[in-house]
């Protein structure tokens, strides 16, 4: 299974971004609003950082700050790891493991597409395995899917 087939079954138009300029608190609105875990930084169309509940939890809370007075660009991640959309969900799973990080933007040549989360991967293995599942079971009974 690929990236892409992840992003068929999730409402791909709804990339949610917040600019380095906004505030943390901004960022924690539209996070619970849209009930994700993490929100892309944009500079344009550019990517260049992802602001996650982690984040908010060390470089916020942990440090007394404030979430209506820090902005995003001052404790977001700038390093953003990134997989192509015709990867693997094999290898975003090492990705995810090996880095600690739940989040992955995905680019299609270049060009930002979408965002899977560990939850999205584990979802589609599941189904995945049903399915195999179910396939081995009619084989077996010999009766057709």
Sequence with gaps: MQVFQILEGKTIDAIWSIHAGN????????????????????????????????DYARKVILLGRASRDTLVGEVMTSKVITVEIDQKIEECMQIMSEKHIRHLPVNDKGKLVGIISINDIVSAIIREQKAHIKSLESYISGSPL
């Design 23 to 54: 505030t943390v608190f901004e960022a924690l609105e539209l996070m619970s609003t849209k009930n994700i875990g993490a929100v892309l930084v944009l500079e344009g169309e550019k990517l260049i950082g992802i602001f996650s509940e982690r």
